[in-house]
Structure formats: structure tokens, C-alpha cells
């Protein structure tokens, strides 16, 4: 399995606090990503980073933001959580286009 | 956006039976993508196809890229207890991106 793990695994914080949230990887992987998964929704890319200081939007990307200063992490924050944001959040590496998943961090906001 | 529809979105069937699952799309996909999820843990990669027609098995599993590159199927051979879980098909839009667009998954349960 690659070696990615996030932190922290689950958090509980409340409404209007900002949160963030660790990807690191051990893999040397080019592309790193971020989803959040919902009943109903199934997984929805938030944000993605194609190298060191590159990041783009994904498909939900509003009160998210990313960074990605080393090859081995990234940063998802977010800026003032709301309860809509109560989520699971997947981080995913690449190198093509096989996406290797994390173990993911369950957030609860209230 | 280009959307997966998967079915079917449940399955209840008994220790050894055998399983389909498919993908389709209005859209063409360049490369599919097979994952299973258990509760708790993230996706993990079952099987990949890179080209249309293709056909590949991981042991009790086997999956089909479709001819019209707009469907896949994966199935799996007679079940046992520790198939339970959510397999998700994904696809590749496009050549020049590694976004990868998901279905909403189909969730197995195995009876023993």
C-alpha cells in the first residue's frame, strides 16, 4: 500500500473556527488531492496540487483552501468551518492516473 | 459535468454467489478505475483498464473496460464474507488530466 497517512483522524470543533487538516506521503508522488465524501454524494474532489506551490480547485472548492510547500504534504484549511462542512475528508497521491487513498480524517463540526 | 451513474446502489446476496456491477456514462472515459471501500478506511484500488474492450482479473475479480468507452463492469466470483464493503467505479476524462471522476458506489453485503 503507499505510505500516506492524515491527521488527524477525526476532530469535532465548532462553527467559525478554522480547521486544517495533514497529508503527508511518503511515496515522492507528483499529484496529491482532496475529497470529501457524503452520503449521496460519494466523493467529490475539493482541491488538487500537480507539484510543490501548484494547486488548483476541484468540484467543491469554495471556503476550502490548500498548500503544498514540500513534495510530501498538503494542507487542507479550513477558513471558518461550517456545520455543511461536517464531512469525511480523503486525501489521494498519484503518480499517473491511479489515485491511491488515504485513511481519512472524519470531521465534525457543530 | 461528465457524471457516473452506478449501479446497483445495494446488493444483498449469499456466500457464493457470483456479482455484477456496472458503470455508464453519456460520456467518454480514457481509462477506468475499480475501488473498494470498508467502513472506516479509505478507497483502496482494485483493478485498472486502460483500453477499451480490455478485459482484467485480480483473482475472484474481473472487470471490462467497455467497447464504447462510455461503461464498465466489474464482477466477482463466488463471494465470501470479506467482500462486504462499497466498490466505486472511477473514470479519466480526459488524456491531458488525472482528475479522476467517481460513481456513488454500489454497497454489497454478503449473506453466509
Known amino acids: 500500500d503507499a505510505g500516506i497517512t492524515q491527521s488527524p483522524r477525526h476532530k469535532v470543533t465548532e462553527t467559525g473556527t478554522p480547521v486544517t487538516l495533514r497529508c503527508h506521503q511518503t511515496?515522492?508522488?507528483?499529484?496529491m488531492y482532496w475529497y470529501r465524501q457524503d452520503p449521496g454524494h460519494g466523493l467529490r474532489l475539493i482541491h488538487y496540487?500537480?507539484?510543490?506551490?501548484?494547486?488548483d480547485k476541484g468540484e467543491v472548492s469554495d471556503g476550502y483552501s490548500v498548500s503544498r510547500s514540500k513534495t510530501e504534504d498538503f494542507l487542507l484549511t479550513l477558513e471558518s468551518a461550517t456545520s455543511s462542512q461536517t464531512s469525511v475528508y480523503f486525501c489521494a497521491i498519484s503518480e499517473r492516473v491511479e489515485q491511491y487513498f488515504g485513511p481519512g480524517t472524519r470531521l465534525t463540526v457543530t | 459535468g461528465q457524471q457516473l451513474n452506478q449501479s446497483p446502489q445495494s446488493m444483498f446476496i449469499q456466500e457464493g454467489e457470483d456479482v455484477s456491477m456496472n458503470c455508464t456514462s453519456s460520456?467518454?472515459?480514457?481509462?477506468w478505475l475499480w475501488y473498494k471501500q470498508e467502513p472506516g478506511e479509505g478507497p483502496v484500488l482494485l483493478i485498472a483498464l486502460y483500453k477499451a474492450g480490455e478485459l482484467t482479473s485480480n483473482g475472484r475479480l474481473t472487470a471490462q473496460f467497455g467497447i464504447t468507452r462510455k461503461d464498465s463492469f466489474l464482477n466477482i466470483s463466488a463471494s465470501i464474507p470479506s467482500d462486504v464493503g462499497i466498490y466505486f467505479c472511477a473514470g479519466q476524462p480526459g488524456a491531458g488530466s488525472y482528475q479522476l471522476t467517481f460513481g456513488k458506489g454500489t454497497k454489497l453485503s454478503v449473506i453466509p
Open positions: 496540487s500537480y507539484g510543490v506551490k501548484d494547486t
Open positions: 460520456s467518454i472515459f480514457n481509462t
Open positions: 511515496e515522492n508522488h507528483r499529484y
